[in-house]
């Protein structure tokens, strides 16, 4: 089943292109994360989370598997990570709307119903973050 998550957000495509791109400061739009290190840079780059939900604390290992700077794509694999979510890939696509409007979509596979809602909480925390953090 295809999990998705689009949010509109006033800013130039190129600005949110670059926040994702760039794999640093996740926790600047995913307010679950307390704090995020990059090891490399670029496709290959590895990141840690450190993830807090109510009294649960926890890691999740990711690695930015595909940069596709001609279709501002993105895919990331979690490594590590609850077991839900654990195994996935999540897609990032940013197009521009106009001058000063873009579309962010966040997208997955699941199986699992659990990782379904888990996923679509996380993208859209991750949606209205970004849209907080440029607007």
């Known amino acids: 089943m295809l999990i998705s998550n689009s949010t509109q957000i006033n800013v130039s495509s190129e600005k949110i292109w670059n926040t994702l791109k760039s794999f640093r400061g996740v926790e600047n739009y995913l307010p679950i994360v307390t704090k995020s290190v990059v090891e490399g840079s670029g496709q290959g780059s590895k990141r840690t989370c450190d993830v807090s939900i109510g009294n649960h604390s926890f890691q999740i290992i990711e690695t930015l598997e595909i940069i ?6 993105l895919t990331v694999f979690l490594n590590e990570g609850p077991v839900q979510i654990k195994g996935m890939k ?8 106009g001058e000063n409007t873009s579309e962010v979509t966040i997208n997955t596979n699941v199986e699992n119903p659990d990782a379904a809602s888990m996923a679509k909480s996380i993208f859209s925390m991750m949606g209205q973050g970004l849209k907080k953090l440029y607007e």
Do not use: I
């Open 68 to 73: 596709d700077e001609s279709n501002h794509t």
């Open 90 to 97: 999540f897609t990032f696509v940013v197009k521009s709307q």
